[in-house]
């Protein structure tokens, strides 16, 4: 098995697992869960993320709607190589792949290539001859990466 596909499939199976912890509610950023902790953090200037991105997102919930207004599946719901029809596909297929290193947006090839401008880590920008997708689409995009690019959310999963 070639080395990328021995990552991809470590990546997915991490990202299924997470850390072990049973998935719990938390509260938003900014509010003290209901035991008085800190915040989760991740969006918001203290979590070090945009203010106006919520925190806690999920693939169903959050990503696949961008996916879906971004006119990605036009080409990745078969076409091409990297298929995004499915959590499991957006995190670990394409010639490239790993796209998505959950937990770190910036090292991730995928926020690489949608990102406005370069460099780009291979080919151009996606979608082509555009700039990019929309920002705000970015930074969610950025956001659920930087919380562990999860199926559904776990708290903690990148501490």
């Known amino acids: 098995m070639a ?8 990546l997915a199976s991490a990202a299924l697992i997470g850390c072990g912890e049973a998935a719990e509610e938390a509260p938003l950023a900014g509010e003290a869960d209901a035991g008085g902790g800190e915040d989760v953090g991740g969006g918001g200037e203290d979590g070090g993320g945009d203010p106006a991105v919520p925190t806690m997102l999920g693939f169903e ?14 080409c990745h719901g078969g076409i091409a190589s990297y298929y995004m ?3 499991l596909d957006v995190i670990s297929t394409g010639v490239h792949a790993p796209l998505i290193i959950p937990c770190d947006p910036d090292g991730s090839p995928l926020v690489q290539k949608v990102r ?20 705000e689409d970015l930074a969610i995009l950025r956001q659920w990466i930087a919380e562990g690019a999860q199926e559904v959310y776990t708290p903690g999963f990148c501490e």
């Not at 080395?3 to 470590?10: P, S």
């Open 3 to 10: 080395r990328r596909q021995v990552v991809a499939a470590l």
């Open 61 to 74: 919930a959050d990503i696949r709607p961008l996916i879906e207004r971004s006119g990605c599946l036009g």
């Open 85 to 87: 029809g499915s959590y």
């Open 116 to 135: 406005p401008a370069g460099p780009y880590p291979f080919g151009g920008v996606m979608p082509p001859n555009s700039a990019g997708i929309a920002p």
